[in-house]
């Protein structure tokens, strides 16, 4: 008789539950304890549903000294399960919209560290002193220096981000809550903070300032998510029959300067729906917040794709300085495909969309805000069809049909500042939400080429034009843009001229080139 399989661990945050219950569990207690040889005070940025506070969970078990749920796993040679150490755990797992919900939820945390660990503050309503109370009553009271562990340390800034002065209330809270931990030194053994943002030093963690942000060190890029090899090792019985080439290419691509990894969430709920390619991870947010700063920022979304960015851009930001880039890259939206070294020292990013979850999921939500439409299934049927079969006139029927059914109010209330840009976001997000491969501002010798798609063998290269008067064509034959693909298959030089006035396509021209 086969032995039953694992059962998933889906949902489930607490170390001690899976070990003990027999959940499927992949081994990050060796990067636990790599961690605390080597250090003290640590920061770790991931997105969301990505089994941070599951990391969490086991270093709480880890300095508790619960050898019993670390048989047979990586930590339980190496650990001195010989001392214990009282731990303090702040976890921000609630929603609070107002000042006074926010202290409450901090209270309510503190009360329950109280309970835990069999102390009792003297000034509840002093948040931060009581923080402070419990570190050092707790070292005297176990005769070992103590534990700080804060999961999801941004969450009240990021739940208010759409009201800017209540997110720096929150700011200002959570400031007085982190500089007790440093000011609490002489009693911690041991400090980690997790969250999404990297919010800027100068403002949360102006007195927290001795951090090591592991984020982006390749030595722990693992630390969340699952590796390729997880996924043939741990979970091979659960994926025995999937297609792994298309697992790769939908849920695969998160990179933090190290090796991929895939999202925990979008496996186990692959697995569990019986392979069925949907958007999991994605589905459990809402990016609102995203679509507000795109229209803010009057945002070119073709620019989204591969964008090179300074090392300093996707590392933090302000809440009263809060940009695009980096939110899309704290969030999982983009993530770094290459990173190079700058001359005159430094480093920039290449960002992109990991995998092909992200690129159909958001992009089908930068439709919906730039179109208006909710049932569009149809329209990118036609314009793969189209794209895949080598057929221009059918992309030219399609994108006309498309840019028809646009109601003449959404041009007037979208704030991309120039019809050229809100044509070509709107073209752009058609084609990137097919999941094929495209590249906007396309670099060649002669020029940039305003969009390349590449489907089938069959290479498109398209310019624009906005009341240009059917020079797009004209443009793209004179620069030679095509000339880097040549005896790449079969070429089509397009050109799309939009009109202003008619608010559809005025003209399209094409050309096909076999190299």
């Known amino acids: 008789m086969a032995a039953l399989r694992q059962k998933l661990p889906i949902g489930i945050q607490t170390f001690s539950e899976i070990r003990e219950e027999g959940y499927l569990y992949v081994d990050k207690t060796g990067l636990a304890v790599d961690l605390a040889e080597s250090g003290k005070y640590y920061f770790l940025s991931r997105p969301r549903r990505f089994g941070k506070s599951l990391f969490i969970s086991t270093l709480q078990a880890l300095f508790e000294g619960k050898r019993e749920l670390f048989a047979g796993l990586a930590a339980e040679k190496r650990w001195d399960w010989d001392t214990t150490y009282p731990v303090v755990k702040l976890s921000f797992a609630g929603v609070a919209r107002s000042v006074a919900d926010m202290r409450q939820d901090i209270e309510n945390i503190l009360a329950e560290n109280e309970e835990r660990l069999g102390l009792q503050c003297k000034k509840t309503s002093d948040l ?38 209540v997110a720096a209330e929150a700011r200002e809270i959570l400031k007085d809550l982190y500089t007790t931990i440093k000011d609490s030194d002489e009693f911690i053994k041991f400090a980690f903070l997790t969250g999404v943002s990297r919010f800027a030093r100068v403002s949360i963690f102006s007195g927290l300032n001795n951090l090591k942000d592991i984020s982006l060190d390749k030595r722990y890029a693992t630390i969340c998510g699952y590796t390729q090899r997880d996924l043939e090792t741990v979970f091979a019985d659960h994926l025995r029959g999937a297609d792994m080439d298309r697992v790769r290419e939908w849920y695969n691509g998160y990179r933090f300067l190290g090796e991929p990894v895939y999202n925990p969430f979008d496996i186990l709920l692959f697995i569990d729906s019986g392979f069925e390619f949907q958007n999991y991870w994605f589905a459990t947010g809402t990016p609102s917040f995203l679509i507000k700063l795109i229209r803010e920022s009057d945002y070119f979304l073709p620019r989204l794709t591969d964008l090179w960015v300074t090392s300093s851009l996707v590392n ?58 909710t049932q569009f299934t149809a329209t990118k049927s036609a314009i793969y ?17 498309l840019f028809a059914s646009i109601p003449y109010t959404n041009y007037v209330n979208n704030v991309l500042s120039s019809y050229e840009g809100y044509f070509a976001s709107v073209v752009y997000a058609y084609l990137a939400s097919l999941g094929i ?19 089938n063998g069959n290479t498109y290269v398209i310019e624009f034009k906005v009341d240009g008067g059917g020079k ?43 190299g």
């Open 128 to 165: 931060g002193g009581c923080l402070r109370e419990l570190i050092k009553e707790s070292c005297r009271k176990y005769g070992q220096k103590v534990v700080v562990l804060v999961d999801e340390y941004d969450k009240l800034i990021l739940d208010n981000l759409d009201q800017v002065a």
């Open 385 to 401: 069809a189209a794209l895949a079969s080598g057929d221009p006139e059918g992309l030219r029927k399609a994108l006309t049909a």
């Open 437 to 455: 491969e495209i590249t906007a501002e396309d670099v060649t010798n002669r020029g940039r080429i305003d969009l390349t798609v590449r489907l």
């Open 472 to 514: 797009a064509l004209e443009q793209v034959r004179e620069k030679g843009y095509h000339e880097k693909y040549l005896g790449r298959g079969t070429v089509f030089l397009i050109g799309i001229d939009f009109s202003s006035t008619a608010k559809n396509i005025a003209g399209f021209a094409w050309e096909k080139i076999s």
């Open 316 to 373: 933090s930001f302000d809440i009263e300085d809060i940009r695009l880039e980096p939110v899309m890259f704290q969030a999982g939206y983009l993530t770094i495909k290459e990173a190079r070294e700058l001359p005159f020292g430094g480093y920039e990013y290449l960002l992109g969309v990991p995998n092909k979850e992200v690129a159909i999921s958001l992009h089908d939500t930068l439709i919906r805000y730039l179109t208006n439409e």
